[in-house]
């Protein structure tokens, strides 16, 4: 039994299910977000859902919510890309699609405030958001199978392929006939940039159609991540220590602390 508690939403993901059902197991006590939720300041509480309840709850609570840093996919070497990106915002993203003609891939660094997708003179992007809204741009590619790899302090604790030819098509990483192939391009991976990332922390790679090479597709937090066919119990590892108590939170994670 431990008196940590595990919060979700009211009304919790798929994702978010699977892992109250794993803390509970562990004796931990899950909680569904609600107005009382501040009784629970004082306790060792972690989250497990989106960035706008996050945001809520953090303060009150005394969360510590690790997130990848949004230049790191920008600052890869292309070997780990295979392809050019660049940070920049949503204005500026949206004129140079326009002068360029060209359409490019445009998505949120984290938080998906619209849709990641293939924009351009035929689908503008959104107009709702400010010009000032970070957005990374890359070329567009073709992913012929993705997956979604749980890391906790330089390993693959848990992963799953999630699509392949952009459909969804769930696998648990070690069922996927590429899964050793994963596992080796993650490693070298974590070997030159893993110092850059939270200790826990959720990665997509893909094998690119084109070249049959393997590709970073972006990094997300765990807390946040769909975990797919992934073990939940190696998913919940992950989650517990990237949204978890603030005192809790390693020297060398405090820079990818959320503000």
Known sequence: MTSDVLLIPARPTTT???????????????RALGPGFGELAGRAVHWCGGPHA??????????????????????????????????????????????????AFVKPPREKSFPPAVY???APLPRSLPAATPVLVSGVVDFTAEYRLFLLDGEIAAGSRYAVHGRLDPAPLDEDPRGADVRAFA?????????????AVTVDVGLLGATGRYAVVEA??????????ARPEAVLDVVLRA?????RVRAADLPFVTP
């Open 54 to 103: 996050a945001a809520r709850v953090a303060g009150p609570l005394g969360l510590g919510l690790l997130e990848p840093p949004d230049h790191w996919l920008t600052r890869l070497p292309e070997r780990f890309t295979g392809r050019r990106i660049e940070l920049t915002t949503l204005g500026r993203a949206a004129r140079e699609l326009t002068g360029s003609g060209r359409p």
């Open 220 to 229: 997300n937090m765990p807390w946040f991540s769909n975990s797919y066919a």
């Open 16 to 30: 978010a299910g699977l892992l109250a059902e794993a803390a509970a197991r562990r004796g931990m006590t899950v």
């Open 187 to 199: 490693a070298s991976l974590l070997d030159a940039t893993g110092a850059q990332l939270p200790s």
């Open 243 to 247: 949204a978890g108590p603030l005192h």
């Open 120 to 122: 351009g003179p035929d």
